[in-house]
């Protein structure tokens, strides 16, 4: 009589936040997937799941923490939640098929604040994306190896902890781009943001704000020669790279940082400056001229590895 092999587990799912937040997602506990939890606010216990209560960890700590419980085995994919993600179209078994699919280096739902940006292509169900959001974050087991986008940077944790999602964005679109599928049929809202300091949802510890002296500390932060959050190595960049995707006023801060040319530099280094400034400059006037009209620009479909286009593009 031959043994009953049992279901592998692909995934993980790792999600912290408030206690009575974070139950919801019990059901994830299943054969085919685990549930790694942390709770700030009280212990809570699910049943076979991994949970950790720290009152103290900002958001990026608290994931660093996830990460490293759920590395006690191997996954095809450790998928990031924050305890506020609503399914507003399809689910998270709709999202495992997909990411079993197409088997993307980093994978995400397509959510609210972006679809409403018109950051997204419509005739597309797997795009790669224009912007992220960390609400939900599908991780490939080589990504997690990479060590390069996760853990996350808790440099600057003391500020903000949106820095930190920021940087992460930043490595994700400026390294991995290509190789990022967005599915555009799996759609989640994040219903709260705390861009601004001081501005929480009730009951979080989540600690916002956004400010120019801290995006310029990022900036500078990224042009270190080795830049070592947690274990992952990163390649120098230059200061041209660092483009905030997320909010107009970021975008213009870039802009001015490339129209800034009292740094005494040679020539080729100034003329390079400078034709920097004018390619933001054309990209700054078919923002204004497209935006509006929500026209979609830089989407591209997401190639499966067989080299093949994604279907969906109508």
Request: aromatic fraction near 12%; charge should be positive; glycine fraction near 8%.
């Amino acid at each position: 009589m031959t043994r009953r092999s049992q279901p592998r587990t692909l995934f993980a799912y790792l999600v912290q936040g408030r206690s009575e937040m974070v139950e919801r997602f019990s059901g994830l506990q299943c054969e085919t997937s685990d549930l790694f939890f942390l709770t700030y606010d009280e212990e809570l216990k699910i049943p076979d799941a991994c949970g950790i209560y720290d009152p103290e960890v900002s958001w990026a700590g608290g994931r660093n923490k996830l990460l490293e419980l759920a590395q006690t085995r191997a996954y095809d994919y450790l998928v990031f939640l924050d305890d506020d993600v609503k399914f507003t179209l399809g689910s998270f078994s709709e999202f495992e098929r997909l990411l079993k699919r197409y088997r993307p280096y980093v994978g995400i739902p397509l959510v609210d604040e972006i679809q409403r940006s018109g950051r997204w292509c419509p005739r597309l169900d797997v795009q790669v994306p224009v912007a992220l959001d960390q609400i939900v974050q599908a991780f490939s087991s080589d990504a997690v190896k990479d060590g390069t986008l996760i853990p996350y940077s808790t440099d600057f944790d003391q500020m903000s902890w949106w820095y930190s999602c920021e940087i992460n964005q930043h490595q994700i679109l400026s390294k991995f781009r290509e190789k990022v599928a967005q599915f555009n049929s799996i759609r989640v809202t994040n219903s709260v943001h705390s861009w601004n300091e001081g501005v929480v949802a009730p009951g979080s510890s989540y600690k916002g704000g956004v400010t120019r002296e801290g995006l310029r500390e990022v900036r500078d932060f990224l042009l270190q020669d080795s830049v070592t959050p947690g274990k992952g190595p990163w390649e120098k960049l230059g200061q041209e790279d660092f483009i905030p995707q997320v909010h107009h006023h970021q975008f213009l801060a870039s802009l001015r940082g490339s129209l800034s040319l009292t740094t005494p530099v040679n020539l080729r280094k100034r003329l390079r400056k400078l034709r920097e400034a004018l390619r933001q400059l054309g990209s700054l006037l078919l923002y204004s001229l497209f935006w509006r009209k929500r026209r979609v620009l830089l989407c591209l479909p997401f190639r499966e590895r067989a080299g093949h286009d994604c279907e969906g593009g109508k």
